[in-house]
């Protein structure tokens, strides 16, 4: 695929979604049942408005059905899929467009996702081009019929084992997916869609308090002090600006953010985004709550060269008004949090740092994780 877009002065080669190869497959597969013809290449028009030509793998036809395999092509996106084989096969009936899952495809067992609970986890998307390629092949061959048709992705089921499909109640494969088509490299699109189908399983379970973590070291720090809430919490990683709005959208009443320092010190100066390729600002948080508690500036003037939070809180620890600094550094954060929101929820967060015995809440975060606690129950 020859489409391609900037991250920062990177020039990087789009690829194309699973959804994308499955609807190929169908239309190619569609195309060999009407023809009696093998089927080496297919055109498919993305939701994006790109064109895509596609090489048709393994064609097999039968009596009364066809199939054929697409290799999904991620471009520079490290996207574990890259390279599987997703097949397609299309049997005549006599009316409408079946779509199921078979082997290496997962199969939905919490509500709140893209499909009903018992459904293929192929999701609306993929579907609609799936549905949309096989009419327009219909058309062109005035085949008045419908069509049954099975996705299948052989290699799906231990690849699922590497995603989230498992956390989030997609068992036994991956799932068939894209909302445009295409893959971007790095998308922060596709993870920002992991946390809301996240979330939006949470809200479809009756919950209404959002949990969300910033990584493993939160999930490891939650299991050792709120076991009864593990398996409530939805992973935002950097995104955490994103994570409150989806909330906010999913009509939750309180959303709890728990997150080591070294991550969530950036929300003291207003940064919803913590990677570092958006902002730093660690370095200066600290020290502009440092001097605002009164610790002096031959103090501050070391944390500079710190590379990290917890060298820096070490450095700090050493002065009386260590404990004043935390305080301003959890009320900014809040203040940001609420702002972020627009105090249409109550927001907190828990800090913690291991390293330094360090467990800061927000005010209000008690409150929440009372509540979520009771909720659990």
Known sequence: MNSYIYRGTKKLRC????GSCAAGAAKAAASMLLSGEICGQVTLMTPAGILLTLDVLEPVMTGGSASCAVRKDSGD???????????????ACESGITIDGGEGVGTVTKPGLDQPVGSAAINSTPR????????????R??????????????????????TFNPRMGITGGISIIGT?????????????????????????AGYENLLLTVGNYSDTFLQDLWPELA??????SNFIGDALDIGVTLG????????????????GSGIMNTHSSYADGRMETLIACGALAGIPREILMQ????????????????????????EILTDRMSYYLDARVKSQVQTGAVIFSNQHDLLLKTAGADDIIAAMTEEAI
Not at 188 to 197: G, K
Not at 231 to 236: H, K, N, W
């Open 15 to 18: 690829g194309y979604t699973t």
């Open 77 to 91: 996106d490290p996207d574990i899929t890259n390279g599987i084989l997703i097949y397609a096969k299309v049997s």
């Open 128 to 139: 609609r081009m799936i549905a949309d390629a096989l009419t327009e092949t219909a058309k």
């Open 141 to 162: 061959y005035s085949y008045p019929g419908g069509f049954h048709v099975t996705v299948s992705a052989p290699a799906g089921a231990d690849l699922a084992k590497k």
């Open 180 to 204: 445009t088509g295409i893959v971007e490299p790095m998308s922060n699109a596709a993870v920002i869609e992991t946390i809301r189908a996240e979330a939006n399983m949470r809200r479809a």
């Open 231 to 236: 398996d409530r919490a939805v992973m935002c």
């Open 252 to 267: 939750f009443r309180r959303i709890l953010l728990i997150g080591h320092i070294g991550k969530l010190v950036k929300l």
């Open 303 to 326: 944390i500079p060269d710190c590379v990290t939070t917890d060298a820096a809180l070490g450095i700090l620890y050493q002065h009386p008004e260590y404990t004043k600094m935390l």
